[in-house]
């Protein structure tokens, strides 16, 4: 079996246009839905800095940047570096402009296909796009393309548990949407991860408990860090990967 058709057994229905319409349709609430879980919201950023390893004048593809907020926590770490803030939906970086003004963004048109050359990337940012992708293993081919050897990818994306809590959260609480999609299971993310030549460093399940009290939430995060590689561990609503491009 070839790239191409191995590749295929991953792909979705739907294509990246529709993902950007959607994202386009409800770039106006963005931020604001979010800010109504901000501290799950930001949890991503926080994660992902403890695993980038950031060093000088590094290199950062944060793709898909939304409203760039994960430009501030990546300057926060270290201000030297460069960070490019890549995005499908131009209503999303009309309002990523309105808020971070200075951020450095580059418009995407599809997932299979990036705008940028060979190798310029020393860390790689993927939060909550793989479940997006039409074609998820293109995604990841693209990614391993662009990052320079031994770079780093630190990516998220919901497990395949999380469908129906999500159904439900939408269904109470309205909210943006997540628009086409499909939530993996991390044993199809690490099949996929392994497709595409990245080489799998750590796997970590994160939010057990998205809402509530934060001594509930706080609980949730310790539960979930005691039984890493459990079935408890893939309940969390967050998982993270951290590969390396070798």
């Known amino acids: 079996m070839d790239n191409q058709q191995s590749f295929r057994e991953h792909c979705n229905p739907w294509t990246d246009r529709d993902v950007e319409a959607h994202w386009d349709k409800v770039a106006h609430m963005y931020v604001a839905e979010n800010n109504k879980v901000k501290a799950t919201h930001d949890?991503?950023?926080?994660?992902s800095i403890a695993h980038l390893g950031l060093e000088d004048d590094f290199q950062v593809l944060n793709i898909t940047s939304r409203d760039a907020e994960a430009d501030d926590y990546l300057r926060r770490a270290n201000a030297t570096v460069s960070v490019t803030n890549a995005e499908i939906s131009s209503g999303l970086m009309r309002e990523a402009d309105r808020l971070r003004p200075s951020a450095v963004q580059a418009k995407i048109d599809t997932y299979s296909k990036l705008p940028f050359g060979e190798q310029e990337?020393?860390?790689?940012?993927?939060?909550?796009?793989?479940?997006?992708?039409?074609?998820?293993?293109?995604?990841?081919?693209?990614?391993?393309?662009?990052?320079?050897?031994g770079a780093r990818l630190v990516l998220s994306c919901p497990p395949a548990t999380s469908e129906i809590p999500y159904r439900v959260y939408t269904a109470l609480f309205g909210g943006h949407g997540e628009g086409p999609h499909r939530f993996l299971s991390s044993k199809e993310v690490k099949i996929m991860l392994q497709k595409t030549s990245w080489k799998l460093l750590l796997h970590k399940g994160t939010v057990l408990v998205p809402v509530g009290p934060s001594v509930l939430r706080d609980f949730g995060e310790r539960?979930?860090?005691?039984?890493?590689?459990?079935?408890?561990?893939?309940?969390?609503?967050?998982?993270?990967?951290?590969?390396?491009?070798?």
């Open 43 to 47: 949890q991503r950023f926080v994660e």
């Open 121 to 149: 990337f020393d860390r790689i940012l993927s939060l909550e796009t793989l479940e997006h992708c039409s074609d998820p293993c293109a995604f990841l081919s693209e990614l391993h393309r662009v990052a320079r050897p």
């Open 223 to 246: 539960l979930i860090s005691a039984f890493q590689g459990s079935l408890l561990a893939e309940l969390g609503i967050r998982q993270f990967y951290v590969c390396e491009k070798h």
